[in-house]
Nanobody, 124 residues
Framework: QMQLVESGGGLVQAGGSLRLSCVAG???????MGWFRQVPGKERLLVAA????????RYADSAKGRFTIYRDNDKNTVYLQMNDLKPEDTATYYC??????????????????WGQGTQVTGPG
């Protein structure tokens, strides 16, 4: 079972930025990686995902133009750069992994490994 550990969450002001990190316990070379978020009482939804070969990414409409997902396979790490944060970005953010080449899945179901989550509290 792959272990994933997220970090980088926090409280931000309007228009602020955060970078989330997710470190895997072993090589992620052949894994698609995703960032999802969830608020209490709601389902876990995709924020962004990146294919194992880096060539393919997927973003939620709410993330396009503001968030960037990228990965460093040498460090077994995937990142989510979040800019211009808004109140509606407040959620617990989860990192996920799926043994898959491409394109990355956009639903939570296929992902088999999950981190414990990191809280992001937006402005307002």
């Amino acid at each position: 079972q792959m272990q994933l550990v997220e970090s980088g969450g926090g409280l931000v002001q309007a228009g602020g930025s955060l970078r989330l990190s997710c470190v895997a316990g072993r090589a992620i070379t052949y894994y698609a990686m995703g960032w999802f978020r969830q608020v209490p009482g709601k389902e876990r939804l995709l924020v962004a995902a990146i294919a194992s070969n880096i060539n393919s990414t997927r973003y939620a409409d709410s993330a396009k133009g503001r968030f960037t997902i990228y990965r460093d396979n040498d460090k077994n790490t995937v990142y989510l750069q979040m800019n211009d944060l808004k109140p509606e970005d407040t959620a617990t953010y989860y990192c996920a992994a799926e043994l898959r080449y491409e394109p990355p899945d956009t639903s939570a179901g296929p992902y088999t490994a999950w981190g414990q989550g990191t809280q992001v509290t937006g402005p307002g």
